[in-house]
């Protein structure tokens, strides 16, 4: 991602990782790709693809993300290789809850669906 895209992200999320929530100024930190980096397309390094989360893809809640797939499916933390939309997938934020990323920085409120909840757990 270019700097700016970086820049976007961490002041999106602000600071904080999007999953637990902890303040990630002087911390181990990373910009994680939610459709992955092995699913290359050309929205990979928009901000609606990307989330501030701590540590690493091996530790803290990036490891977490990657070693428990399918509950990162079920948050929006993940995206499959066909989802090429990442601003139309929702993803449960430690801060706001459900929201919607979009690709200018920012983020919406999303109430889910009784269908969409039951798919969600």
């Not at 999106?12 to 994680?32: F, I």
Request: proline share 8%; net charge negative.
């Amino acid at each position: 991602p270019s700097r700016r895209t970086c820049d976007l992200v961490d002041e999106r999320d602000e600071r904080c990782c999007v999953c637990c929530g902890v303040n990630l100024e002087g911390m181990p930190a990373s910009r994680h790709h939610r459709r992955m980096r092995s699913h290359p397309w050309p929205g990979l390094h928009e901000p609606s693809n990307l989330i501030l989360v701590c540590g690493s893809g091996t530790t803290g809640c990036h490891g977490l993300i990657h070693s428990h797939p399918q509950f990162a499916y079920a948050q929006g933390w993940l995206l499959h290789s066909w989802e090429d939309q990442p601003a139309a997938v929702p993803i449960n934020t430690f801060a706001h809850g459900w929201i919607l990323l979009d690709d200018q920085g920012g983020w919406r409120p999303y109430e889910p669906s009784e269908q969409s909840k039951e798919n969600m757990q």
